[in-house]
């Protein structure tokens, strides 16, 4: 078995550990039966359980491949791909078990919650902010700050949809959240050829 392979095993138990008991109740021998692994193999892998859920949350980091803007390309319209590639991510049953599993870690207090805000929420954020930043005042249809701009995109489009999926557990319609974003991104903003 190839390394890669071993590590997405260990992702998979874990992540089902995590939402079944919490970070804090699951041992670093409940992922690793639960991987049908020794501890020693799981520890080739992850020095500790730290370490394993930064591997766990980073593996799922889509912003260092974010959409990168190509000569001649619409701004705008870059924006609304780069929403729709978050709410891909955010909307995905991965996503909503990380979720889960930062939540039910005491409200912020636990190490797994601090670990997915810091990686999963504000890298995302920052990630929306700098699209925005890429549109020009001119195509702008509000003055609202960067991140403010960046907060009402996210929260206009996914919010709803993203805390249905997590009180529910009903899996969100992303045909639905990408014609939010398309709505939205055509109310606050202009294409290069309107402007």
């Known amino acids: 078995m190839s390394t890669q392979e071993r590590i997405k095993i260990i992702f998979d138990a874990a992540e089902r550990l995590f939402g079944e008991r919490g970070y804090e109740r699951v041992t670093m021998a409940d992922i690793a039966a639960e991987a049908g692994m020794s501890k020693k193999s799981l520890y080739v892998c992850f020095t500790d359980k730290r370490a394993l859920l930064t591997a ?6 889509i912003w260092a491949n974010a959409i990168e803007k190509a000569d001649g390309e ?51 954020r920052q990630s929306l ?24 995109l996210f929260g206009g489009t996914l919010g709803r949809c993203l805390l249905e999926a997590l009180v529910t557990g009903k899996q969100a319609d992303l045909a639905e959240a990408h014609q939010l974003v398309d709505q939205l991104v055509q109310a606050l903003f202009l294409s290069e050829a309107s402007s």
């Open 129 to 152: 902010i700098e699209a925005v930043r890429q549109v020009p005042a001119s195509q702008r249809g509000t003055k609202l700050p960067d991140d403010q701009l960046a907060d009402v």
């Open 74 to 124: 619409d701004p705008v319209q870059l924006l609304a791909m780069r929403l729709k590639l978050v709410a891909d991510h955010v909307l995905s049953e991965r996503h909503i078990r990380l979720c889960r599993v930062a939540i039910s870690e005491n409200a912020g207090l636990g190490v797994a919650s601090g670990i997915f805000y810091e990686m999963a929420f504000m890298a995302g």
């Open 56 to 61: 766990l949350v980073s593996a799922s980091d």
